[in-house]
């Protein structure tokens, strides 16, 4: 009885003087005792709070409300990578526009949320181990994001990020480089620098680098900025981002495709391109190669690549492990990109699908959008729009659909107020 | 131990089915407008400024305007592009969805004369097509209550540049009136709840 009053306290994440989660228990092992002991009702546990994981868990139940759902994630809040690059440079004054919380959410929709960090899963006993305890599923939903491929890179240690940070995961991060932006004199150097493809958020980095280029203008003018691309080409929205570079940021920031960071020195803000050839900055934003999320490997998630995680496109199914389903960043997931409304719009295929499995009904096909705004001024946005379908059990574009923005720009003031709509859309969708 | 018992059957049917189930169906009506949601909001109710809602929109409506959309006939930003990632059938279910979604009621600020003017204006010039205050779509005649005004607003603005055409009904009763009974009526309708 002491037990099951205890679990609802914590569950319900109102926190009447109980610790929660994540953040007292941080790099313990978990525990394998039961927190959340399943009763009758079929449970769908979702990993992830995220663009993806939220709305899962919200679906679902929305679809069948027979069917239980826990929501596990680290955080309190949440904090949206897509607009951070508004808050790094200075157009936003804080995160509050980038954050949501889970309490709205759950009551709405009857969600019990978990606040704790998973730390295994057991697809053979059907359980996720979390600091807190072990939750059992009947169903897995992982939307855990990525993890970055720092071993790849000489130099690169656990205090890495604290000097040069990547900022690729909306938070600290993103404060710590707005900060070193903020301090740094004019006249100064930045240096950003961006790995191979595929990686979340194709378009985000030439935005970073566009909307830094705009803070140096404004207010440091005497300053330049060097991005430079591990890919051969600009990877999203090419000719708009070109133009924009040319039109607004001549004489500031200069593109420099090819170039593969190896090596990195923090203490002399250095890093090192295939071994030779060297980038100093005054303010180094460097963003590493990505993966899927560390839980995702432990799960047996990964694929042969070693890096993202093979499903089934109709349901999301991984490929490898039964029951477990992954969506978002981590998935690999056809001619979707790693974004935020691709996760959106993946956690509700998976949703549907799931519960038809639950139920024993017949599955549905894939149809997807991915709709993705860049900003490259403060009044002025573009964007890449596209419809998804499965073919051939793979996600593809739909013919002659999709595309971006006009390259004569005569959309990107509209096409700035609608980003604005897209965010409190899709972050509202996500908290209530 | 009952518990346990019915925890292994789930468990077993689950597997089964995920083993054999492959063949899925085309997409449904919720399968295709879920996707909308990120942009329209969960249900059709947007929170996005200059997003419009969907919520209880006349299936005509939403047909009508995703096919202008695909053919350009209608401007917009991303519209067209991802219009044309449907077919008419798709629009249907999108419509057959939306329709049958509740009205989705906004909560914004408003000019309280604009909006008193603006209810007079509606009542004398706009309420045959526009029923129940713009609360009610009917045929091709989207439901104005409480859309957000800054949508309206860019709306209006598309009609009056001539980029959006004016339903020939519409442009008579537009015609006469001032920029600022136009901005009255936004008002109105933005407030209806």
């Known amino acids: ?29 978990g525990s394998t005792s039961e927190i959340m002991p399943k009763g009758p009702a079929r449970r769908v546990v979702v990993l992830g709070g995220g663009y993806g994981g939220a709305i899962a868990a919200k679906y679902v139940r929305m679809l069948d409300k027979s069917i239980e759902v826990v929501l596990i994630e680290k955080n309190k809040q949440f904090i949206s990578c897509p607009f951070s690059n508004f808050y790094i440079a200075g157009l936003m004054n804080d995160m509050s526009a980038l954050t949501i919380g889970y309490d709205k959410l759950a009551a709405n929709h009857g969600i019990k949320m978990l606040f704790a960090e998973a730390t295994a899963i057991d697809p053979a006993a059907k359980k996720v181990i979390t600091t807190e305890g072990a ?11 990525i993890d970055f491929r720092n071993e790849e890179v000489e130099g690169y240690t656990a205090d890495t990020a604290n000097i040069i940070p990547h900022a690729w995961k909306a938070g600290a991060q993103s404060t710590l480089l707005r900060n070193q ?24 980095p030439y935005e970073r680098a566009t909307l830094i280029a705009l803070y140096l203008k404004k207010h440091k003018p005497k300053s330049k900025l060097i991005l430079l691309d591990a890919n051969a080409d600009i990877v999203a929205k090419k000719p708009l981002f070109m133009k924009a570079w040319n039109n607004y940021y001549k004489g500031i920031l200069e593109y420099m495709p090819g170039k593969k960071v190896t090596a990195v020195d923090a203490a002399k803000k250095t890093l090192l391109v295939e071994g030779i050839e060297e980038f100093k900055g005054d303010v180094v934003n460097f963003i590493p190669a990505q993966r899927a999320a560390a839980i995702a490997g432990k799960a047996g998630l990964i694929g042969e690549d070693k890096k993202w995680c093979p499903v089934n496109m109709t349901t999301f199914e991984s490929t490898l492990q039964k029951n477990i389903h992954v969506i978002g960043d981590s998935a690999i997931a056809g001619a979707m990109p790693k974004s ?12 549907i699908n799931i519960v038809a499995l639950m139920n024993g009904k017949e599955l549905t096909e894939l149809s997807g959008v991915n709709v993705c705004y860049s900003a490259i001024s403060d009044h002025e946005s573009i964007s890449v729009a596209a419809v998804y379908t499965i073919k051939d059990g793979k996600i593809v574009s739909v013919p002659n659909s999709g595309g971006i923005s006009p390259v004569d720009f005569s959309m990107t003031k509209a096409e700035h107020a609608y980003g604005e709509s897209w965010l409190r859309n899709i972050l509202t969708e996500m908290s209530t | 131990m009952k518990q ?9 049917g689950a597997l089964s089915l995920s083993t054999t189930a492959f063949a899925a169906a085309p997409p449904t009506a919720e399968m295709i407008s879920f996707s909308c949601a990120g942009c329209h909001g969960t249900s059709g109710g947007s929170a996005g400024l200059t997003m ?15 096919k202008k959309f695909k053919s350009g006939e209608r401007p917009s930003t991303v519209m067209g592009r991802i219009a044309k990632g449907y077919s008419e059938a798709d629009f249907n279910l999108m419509a057959e969805y939306f329709s049958s979604q509740k009205f989705h009621p906004t909560q914004q600020v408003v000019d309280a004369a604009k909006v008193k003017k603006g209810a007079s204006l509606q009542e004398a010039n706009c309420s045959r097509c526009h029923l129940e205050d713009g609360k009610e779509g009917k045929d091709d005649t989207p439901v104005m209550a409480s859309q957000w005004l800054t949508y309206l607003q860019m709306q209006m603005a598309l009609y009056q540049s001539g980029a959006r055409k004016m339903p020939e009904k519409m442009a008579e009763k537009v015609k006469p009136l001032s920029k600022e009974d ?8 933005a407030s209806v709840k």
């Open chain 1, 1 to 29: 009885m002491t037990l099951d009053r205890r679990n609802f306290i914590k569950v319900l994440g109102s926190a009447s003087g109980l610790a929660l989660a994540g953040c007292a228990t941080q790099g313990s092992v």
């Open chain 1, 135 to 145: 939750v059992t599923y009947d169903r897995l939903i992982v939307s855990p994001g």
């Open chain 1, 181 to 204: 932006l903020q301090a740094m004199p004019d006249g100064g150097k930045v240096v950003i620098s961006m790995p191979l493809a595929p990686f979340r958020c194709p378009p985000g």
């Open chain 1, 340 to 351: 935020g409304y691709s996760a959106n719009s993946q956690a509700k295929v998976c949703a």
């Open chain 2, 4 to 12: 346990r018992w019915s925890m292994w059957v789930l468990a077993a």
């Open chain 2, 52 to 66: 419009p809602s969907l919520a209880s929109q006349s299936k005509t409506a939403i047909v009508d305007a995703m």
């Open chain 2, 182 to 189: 136009l901005e009255a009526l936004l008002h109105f309708y």
